[in-house]
């Protein structure tokens, strides 16, 4: 499933789904579930469809099922211990939430669900000793509400409009990430753009 989550980074229509998920500007276990319905969906699907083409065990599948979620929770939390060796075999949370990442140096990197090797094989592994990165989150402008989150991936070019037509500027678009310019950036790290536009979207969806 390690290209299926890389394709969500690289396809602009699936990264808006999946950019709910990475919004998330501080880790713990509940970002787990800060997840697109879509994006649960096709992800969920893809692992269906694989164990049907290969006759898995339901047994077996409920076992790997089981396992998945538990480390999905353990991946995202914020247990501040030492992995030792197992960061080496296993996805700990300090190799997931370099994944989450909002700094330069950490994009499009860590992408594996359950083992780094895949990622050490193909060139996006981010192995550090760090506990984690200083800032999380995205430069999407994603709504931090329930409602605002749903309806993101599919309106977020016309609240891109909507901001812009507030702000004066057509196009809406920062010339550069948060992290390179400071003085566009809120404390979350999102730029004043980005905020109007998850703002406009909050709006419209409490007038629909």
């Not at 211990?81 to 909002?102: M, S």
């Not at 760090?130 to 430069?139: C, E, F, L, N």
Request: net charge negative; glycine share 6%.
């Amino acid at each position: 499933m390690g290209w299926a989550h890389r394709l969500f980074h690289t396809v602009p229509a699936l990264w808006k789904f999946h950019a709910v998920h990475h919004s998330i500007e501080e880790m713990d276990w509940v970002a787990a579930h800060r997840t697109h319905p879509v994006d649960t969906g096709i992800t969920n699907s893809g692992f269906a469809i694989v164990a049907l083409l290969f006759d898995v065990n339901a047994t077996a599948y409920a076992i790997f099922s089981l396992q998945f979620a538990f480390h999905s929770l353990l991946k995202h939390s914020n247990v501040a211990v030492g992995w030792g060796w197992l960061r080496w075999l296993y996805v700990t949370p300090t190799f997931h939430h370099w994944h989450h990442a909002n700094v330069a140096h950490a994009h499009d990197k860590n992408f594996a669900a359950q083992f780094p090797l895949w990622d050490r094989l193909f060139g996006t592994a981010l192995m550090t000793e760090s506990q984690g990165p200083a800032r999380y989150g995205v430069d999407d402008p994603v709504p931090m509400t329930f409602l605002g989150s749903l309806i993101f991936p599919f309106w977020s070019g016309r609240a891109r409009i909507a901001a812009g037509a507030v702000s004066g500027d057509p196009e809406h678009r920062p010339e550069q990430r948060p992290e390179q310019r400071p003085d566009m950036a809120d404390h979350s790290g999102r730029s004043d753009h980005s905020v109007d536009e998850a703002q406009a979207m909050e709006l419209a969806a409490l007038q629909a």
